[in-house]
């Protein structure tokens, strides 16, 4: 359609009176015989310039003439744009519906509109359609495909000729025949019928060609006469697909498309190892469904300085999904850690690399080559590890003294650090992950300490032991305890009892972030780095070097810190009193988590380590009790932990 700004209605009303007055000075006997020629092409078109294109329309406009004789005034969408154009008209015309409402408005009797549409790789496609413009049939359409513009300017020549001969109604006078019976004599229309035909590709969008002329992509559909037809699809990354079909009804033609790639999928052990494929680098493991051609391909993994790079043939079969999986050999050394006193005495200190708790000293094990961050108790240095060597690293360190030590002498043991009251001493404990749970084969268990799963924590610090009764009195003012003694464990304290001592004991030390620790920090603390029942190992033999309990406490409470430690210097973790966790009592999660903190609400808390009163499997790293938060026992008391405050 013509658009055009209402102030300007009469400029185009001048355009279409000039025209009116062309038409007007031609012979009585032309006066009926106009032909528009209008192109509905999109420009710019790929490969063809401006010129070229004109060069086309131009030799269309002379074939309607040569046809024609000079009884016809013909009239093309460039010339009668650019009029509108200097008129400061606004034009937008390229469909049938638009060209044929232009060609009424310039009284044209005909209109041939064209479209140039490039068929990829130098190619082009024409199509030319011939209507009436009173009725707005189509009286008869043609096309066809060339390389290049000059042939391309040739062929749709000739398909003009054909179209204003044959599709030309009677009563036009064609080539100065001047004889109405004439030109019916020569006239003949094809009556054969047309059918509509669908076509579909799987996957869609392949390049459509039917008798060897572009057509358009799938899905599409078209009007085909009867007969024959021969189809072609064409997509990228796919294969050509050739076929010859028989068009005697409307139908759908769905074809399936062979492809001519498949997918790969990298992975490797250990994981994060660059990948390059033919030479290209592609990314890193696991590196998935990378698109390939069919074939074989020369797959390499690995980074030269972490491991033995490995690279071999690898065949990606046609629309399937391949995979390859690199098991490669870490280049790696070895490192042996101890610690000791001045006097030569082996001492046990909790052993972290890079971040990660790895066990205790003694400590043998194999690294990956380069610098790694290696921290036994609370001191860390960089060391660096060799292909094929041993690191040795010995740490001297004081000697460690039990906590009934301390209060004698008033002193620390070696790697704790101070806490606000007297007697009270924490240890770091290095972020981490861990298993958490216990399996079911593990003697004792419960369901509720499963399932087993991954967790990710946080550095924090820990007290090396229960809170005294001397501690609780010195902030709260008062010993709730059942058992009396000031360096025996506090209890017969409430969870909700616990929040107010540790409100008014972070009012005394702003410098650090007092509070219960969660079910999971408790676990990981205790264990210490192992995944046993206890964290000294499976049997209860050894309980009693480490715990009160039931076999060895003759039904009372007693002072902290007289058992041995765990590998991280923490003491009674196992028995003498319950401790209080932070959380809700809940179900565990059954994927990895970080740093969790239980269920958002509930009606019971958690209380973990067993205690003076309990038989031994009830001491064990995983078993979980679950005390209501008002309630007190003479058997449950607490253990801090603490961050520093932001």
């Known amino acids: 359609m ?26 009585s006997s032309a006066q009926q015989q106009i032909v528009a020629v209008l192109d509905q092409s999109t420009t710019p078109i790929a490969g063809i310039n401006g010129d070229q294109h004109d060069a086309i329309l131009d030799a269309l406009r002379g074939q309607a003439r040569a046809v024609m004789g000079q009884k016809a005034l013909v009239l093309t969408s460039a010339t009668t744009l650019q009029i509108l154009r200097d008129n400061e008209i606004d034009t937008q015309c390229l469909d049938a519906s638009c060209q044929l409402s232009m060609a009424r408005s310039l009284q044209a009797d005909w209109l041939l509109s064209s479209k140039i549409i490039p068929a990829g790789a130098g190619s082009y496609l024409i199509q030319l359609t011939f209507y009436e413009t009173a009725s707005g049939n189509m009286l008869d359409m043609a096309e066809c495909s060339a390389q290049g513009w000059l042939k391309l300017k040739d062929c749709a020549c000739d398909q003009a000729s054909r179209l204003f001969i044959l599709a030309a109604p009677e009563g036009l006078n064609l080539g100065g025949t001047s004889s109405g019976s004439a030109a019916a004599a020569d006239w003949d229309f094809d009556t054969n019928t047309d059918y509509v035909v669908q076509f579909a590709s799987t996957p869609p969008g392949a390049t459509l060609y039917l008798n060897g002329s572009y057509v358009g992509e799938t899905p599409c559909s078209r009007q085909l006469p009867e007969g024959p037809v021969r189809v072609k699809l064409s997509l990228a990354r796919y294969e050509d697909f050739s076929t010859s079909e028989n068009i005697a009804t409307n139908r759908e033609l769905a074809y399936t498309l062979t492809p001519t790639f498949g997918y790969l999928t990298v992975s490797s052990t250990p994981t994060n190892q660059p990948v390059t494929i033919d030479g290209e680098a592609k990314g890193r493991t696991p590196l998935r469904d990378t698109v390939l051609g069919f074939g074989s391909h020369q797959v390499e993994v690995g980074d030269v300085s972490q491991v033995y790079t490995e690279s071999r043939s690898v065949q990606v079969q046609r629309g399937e999904h391949c995979t390859a999986e690199f098991k490669l050999v870490i280049r790696e050394g070895g490192l042996s850690v101890s610690a000791h006193d001045p006097q030569g005495n082996a001492q046990v200190l909790p052993v972290s690399v890079d971040g990660v708790s790895v066990g205790q000293t003694p400590h043998r094990m194999k690294l990956p080559i380069g610098q790694h961050k290696l921290k036994v108790g609370v001191r860390e240095e960089q060391i660096v590890i060799r292909e094929r060597e041993v690191t040795e690293a010995k740490w001297e360190v004081q000697a460690a003294v039990s906590q009934t030590q301390v209060a004698q002498s008033g002193r620390q043991p070696a790697g704790t650090l101070s806490g606000p009251l007297s007697g009270m001493s924490f240890v770091s404990i290095p972020a981490g992950r861990f298993r958490m749970g216990s399996p079911n084969s593990e003697s004792g268990r419960h369901k509720e300490e499963g399932p087993v799963h991954k967790v990710t924590l946080d550095a924090f610090q820990m007290m090396t032991t229960e809170v005294t009764q001397a501690q609780w009195r010195e902030i709260m003012g008062s010993n709730p305890s059942n058992f009396k003694g000031d360096n025996l464990p506090v209890e017969r304290v409430s969870w909700n009892d616990v929040q107010e001592f540790v409100r008014k004991l972070g009012q005394r030390d702003t410098n650090w972030r007092y509070s219960l620790p969660t079910e999971a920090q408790w676990e990981y603390a205790c264990r210490a780095g192992s995944q046993s029942a206890y964290h000294f190992g ?16 003759s039904t009372k409470t007693h002072p902290v810190g007289q058992k041995q430690p765990n590998a991280w210097g923490l003491y009674d973790m196992h028995g003498n009193v319950w401790e209080w966790c932070s959380d809700w009592y809940g179900s565990y999660s059954s994927g990895s988590v970080s740093n969790p903190t239980g269920p958002q609400s509930g009606s019971r808390r958690v209380g973990r380590g067993g205690s003076w009163d309990n038989r031994a499997s009830l001491l064990r790293c995983a078993f979980r009790l679950n005390p209501a938060p008002s309630n007190t026992y003479r058997s449950l008391g607490l253990r801090l932990v603490r961050t520093a405050t932001p």
């Open 538 to 553: 499976n049997s209860a033999s050894q309980l009693g070097q480490y715990a009160w309990y039931s076999g060895n406490a």
């Open 2 to 27: 013509i658009r055009t700004h209402s102030p300007r209605q009469g400029h185009l009303h001048a355009l279409l009176l000039l025209i009116a007055l062309c038409i007007t000075a031609l012979p």
